[in-house]
């Protein structure tokens, strides 16, 4: 007897489960953002160690600021992919900036892109 619901238990719980593989909404709701598409001078590229780099940039058109590639996207990029793109010091690539229009999501989130401006 105590052999049947140690095979079915598990049975039963799988069973119950429910694997559906739904779209997920993030916290706070679906949003939808508003997108602006800024310049971001590359001027530094920082070794982190020797296969991962974090870069510096150049953003705002009045005064200028400087931010991280690692502190906006929570990344930092590989030698492979800096060669593979050819990214460099001087190229101006694109920080997006996007404001919330609906939901209650994050308000506002900037993320550089590594495509050309």
């Known amino acids: 007897m105590n052999f049947r619901w140690i095979v079915l238990l598990p049975l039963i719980y799988m069973a119950a489960c429910n694997n559906k593989k739904e779209k997920e909404i993030p916290a ?3 949003c939808s953002y508003k997108e602006e598409i800024l310049p971001a001078k590359l001027v530094k590229l920082v ?7 974090d ?14 590639l690692h502190f906006l996207n929570h990344t930092y990029i590989n030698a ?6 050819s990214i460099a010091t001087g190229k101006v690539y694109k920080l997006v900036e996007q404001t919330i229009i609906s939901g209650s999501c994050n308000p506002h989130i900037r993320t550089i892109r590594l495509e050309k401006y």
């Open 80 to 85: 492979e992919q800096i060669k593979k793109d």
């Open 28 to 30: 706070g709701g679906p």
């Open 47 to 53: 070794t982190t160690d020797s296969l991962t780099y």
């Open 55 to 68: 870069a510096q940039f150049e953003i705002g058109s009045t005064s200028t600021d400087t931010v991280t």
